[in-house]
T-cell receptor
Framework: GNSVTQMEGPVTLSEEAFLTINCTYT??????LFWYVQYPGEGLQLLLK?????DKGSNKGFEATYRKETTSFHLEKGSVQVSDSAVYFC?????????????FGAGTQVVVTP | DGGITQSPKYLFRKEGQNVTLSCEQN?????MYWYRQDPGQGLRLIYY???????QKGDIAEGYSVSREKKESFPLTVTSAQKNPTAFYLC?????????????FGPGTRLTVL
């Protein structure tokens, strides 16, 4: 079956540091890939997505490239802010019968200190 | 403003009681979903609905029930048969159930069984 593996947290960084969160996946088909972010006590928000190999998703300074050869979708940001402190989820959506089922990784907590 | 609302934000229940969580969306989305989130884990799918008057079990449907009588509403009932119901519950919707569509999430309901 499909699965998503993310690096464990928490990841603790100083403000303006470079952030990388690794995400690898296993899928039988040709999935779409997503990064969602969850701020404390809230629901998830879409951060970025990519729907085919070599696509790069980007938003709010975050980037991730769909790498089919390494089955990866690593999230990066060049200079983090305290406001980036949140839990980040990597997810894939693959066709299962008549619909696209979303499969989540376990999430990676990021803590940015001033 | 379009979006997804969930109520209540916090819910306390005694063992042996059924409880219903509300989810409403005004995005005109066909597909709706219920997820359960436990600490340190990703989201797990409870039920989903691709269209009004139709719904399907997800990965952890035991002890839960849903209905989809209206396009904008997808309530979840946590029954007394659910062995460990304390969790954070998230409702989501998407335009269709296509694998290319992102899912939009509500703010969540935190259920605690006393």
């Amino acid at each position: 079956g499909n699965s998503v593996t993310q690096m464990e947290g928490p990841v603790t960084l100083s403000e303006e540091a470079f952030l990388t969160i690794n995400c690898t996946y296993t899928a039988t088909g040709y999935p779409s890939l997503f990064w969602y972010v969850q701020y404390p006590g809230e629901g998830l928000q879409l951060l970025l997505k990519a729907t085919k190999a070599d696509d790069k998703g980007s938003n709010k300074g975050f980037e991730a490239t769909y790498r089919k050869e390494t089955t990866s979708f690593h999230l990066e940001k060049g200079s983090v802010q305290v406001s980036d402190s949140a839990v980040y989820f990597c997810a894939l959506s693959d066709r299962e019968g008549s619909w696209g089922k979303l499969q989540f990784g376990a999430g990676t907590q990021v803590v940015v200190t001033p | 403003d379009g979006g997804i609302t969930q109520s209540p934000k916090y819910l306390f229940r005694k063992e042996g009681q059924n409880v219903t969580l509300s989810c409403e969306q005004n995005l005109n989305h066909d597909a709706m979903y219920w997820y359960r989130q436990d600490p340190g884990q990703g989201l797990r799918l409870i039920y989903y609905s691709q269209i009004v008057n139709d719904f399907q079990k997800g990965d952890i449907a035991e002890g839960y029930s849903v209905s989809r009588e209206k396009k904008e509403s997808f309530p979840l009932t946590v029954t007394s048969a659910q062995k460990n119901p304390t969790a954070f519950y998230l409702c989501a919707s998407s335009p269709t159930s296509s694998q290319y569509n992102e899912q939009f999430f509500g703010p969540g309901t935190r259920l605690t069984v006393l």
